[in-house]
Structures are given as structure tokens and as C-alpha cells.
């Protein structure tokens, strides 16, 4: 009876592969990667009680088991980041923020990892005892980091740009306000405004330069903290020019 519930588990797995997403919207999409990150969970604890029970009493039966909760779990980890993967690429689709180009090079890197998670699926299917399982297993790591890599390298090109957004939102207005500026105070902080904005656009180009070094090999965690640590200081670059152009506005009514 164990053995037959377990096929039907992973034959409904691989039925959840054919339902489509093509009229799904964003928020449908990350719904659907949340159900798929509780049916892995799910599916991780039926695979360490197999493990245990196949350790208990090391009988052929259990060591099938072990197989069979095993590939349901990498089928069940295989559809959530194929899931996550169509949530980034209906976000950026459906962001009027993420330029044409931007949205492209996300769209061409889904489409290339889920070819990947298309090939590891086959793998999974082959999979026929323990060794097998733990080699596609180390395959799987592989990939996944290839897949992260690529959705970091992307994020940050979508932060970058948002950032460069505000950062010329924040020139224009101090430009307007230098242009009718009548006092040696309003210009004083008008300059202290300049010099937060330029000191948020070096931030704002460093973090675009570590996130392009996103890549494999290397270091790509590493790239992406510091990309983050540029972007976080040029938040506050940006803070502290927006501070002093409200000061320079009220100076200007008074």
C-alpha cells in the first residue's frame, strides 16, 4: 500500500507540470510559488522520515521507499523554482518601472533556467536507486546556483535602474528650484542637495558595476551584498538630498 501511494504521489507531481500559466497575473504567480515552497517543505518531511525509517529497519522495501520520496522531492523542489521563476518574470513584465531591455534580458533568463529545470527533470525520472539520487541531488545544487546567480544579477539591474529613476527625479526638481533661486541661503542648500545627489549617483553607478560581476564562476553572493551596500547608501544620499531641497523650498517661501 506504501509503494502505491507513493507512485500516485508522484505521478499527481507531474500532472501540477501541465496546468498553465499563461493567464496568470503577478500576484497569482507568487501565490502559486508559496504553495509549491509548502508542498516541497511537505515533501522534504516525508523524504527524512523515509531516511529514518530505511536506517530503523534497512529493508529492500524502505530503501525503495527512500527512492521514490526522494525524486518526489526534487520534483516538488524543481516546480518551485520553476514557480518563483514565472512570479520575477510576470513582476517585471507588469512593472512599468523595468525599461524594455531589462525586461527582455529577465524574460531570456527564465526561459534559458527552466530549460535547465526541464533537464533535471529527466534526470530525476532516471533516477533508479540511492547513488543515483544522490548524484542528480549534487546536480540539482549546481544548477540552483546557476539559477540564483542569474535572478540576482537581474534584481540588481532592476534596482539600479529604479534608483537612477529617483536620482534624476531629485536633479530635476533641484534644477527648478536653482533656476528661481533668490538668496545665498536657498543656493547653500541647493549645493548640499547637489552634493548628496552626486555622492548617491557614484553609489548608484558602483552598485551597477558589482551586481554585472554577479556571475559564475566568482563570486556572485559576494557581488550582490556589495551591490546592495551601494544602493543602501545611495538610499540615504538620496534622503539627505531631498532633506535639504524641502529646506531650500521653505527658505524660498519665507
Do not use: C
Request: no cysteine; proline share 3%.
Amino acid at each position: 500500500m506504501k509503494k502505491i501511494i507513493s507512485v500516485i504521489l508522484v505521478i499527481s507531481l507531474l500532472l501540477l507540470q501541465l496546468i498553465p500559466v499563461a493567464a496568470m497575473d503577478a500576484g497569482d504567480a507568487k501565490t502559486a510559488w508559496l504553495e509549491a515552497k509548502m508542498h516541497s517543505k511537505d515533501m522534504q518531511e516525508q523524504h527524512q522520515d523515509a531516511k529514518i525509517a530505511h536506517a530503523a529497519d534497512p529493508t529492500e522495501e524502505n530503501k525503495e521507499e527512500v527512492v521514490i520520496t526522494g525524486k518526489a522531492l526534487m520534483y516538488a523542489a524543481l516546480d518551485e523554482a520553476e514557480s518563483w521563476l514565472v512570479w520575477k518574470k510576470l513582476e517585471a513584465q507588469e512593472n512599468p518601472l523595468v525599461p524594455e531591455d531589462i525586461r527582455e534580458s529577465i524574460e531570456d533568463d527564465v526561459e534559458a533556467n527552466i530549460d535547465k529545470i526541464d533537464e533535471l527533470r529527466t534526470d530525476v525520472d532516471g533516477v533508479t536507486n540511492p547513488l543515483e539520487l544522490g548524484l542528480v541531488f549534487l546536480k540539482m545544487v549546481g544548477k540552483y546556483t546557476e539559477l540564483l546567480t542569474d535572478v540576482a544579477r537581474n534584481s540588481g539591474t532592476v534596482w539600479v535602474h529604479i534608483a537612477n529613476v529617483h536620482a534624476d527625479t531629485i536633479a530635476d526638481f533641484e534644477e527648478k528650484l536653482r533656476d528661481v533661486a533668490i538668496t545665498d541661503e536657498v543656493s547653500d542648500l541647493l549645493d548640499k542637495a547637489n552634493e548628496e545627489l552626486n555622492s548617491a549617483k557614484d553609489n548608484i553607478n558602483d552598485a551597477e558595476g558589482a551586481f554585472g560581476d554577479v556571475k559564475l564562476p566568482g563570486t556572485p553572493l559576494l557581488k550582490f551584498s556589495e551591490g546592495n551596500s551601494y544602493l543602501r547608501a545611495a538610499r540615504m544620499n538620496m534622503v539627505g538630498a531631498h532633506k535639504y531641497l524641502n529646506q531650500a523650498y521653505i527658505a524660498m517661501l519665507g
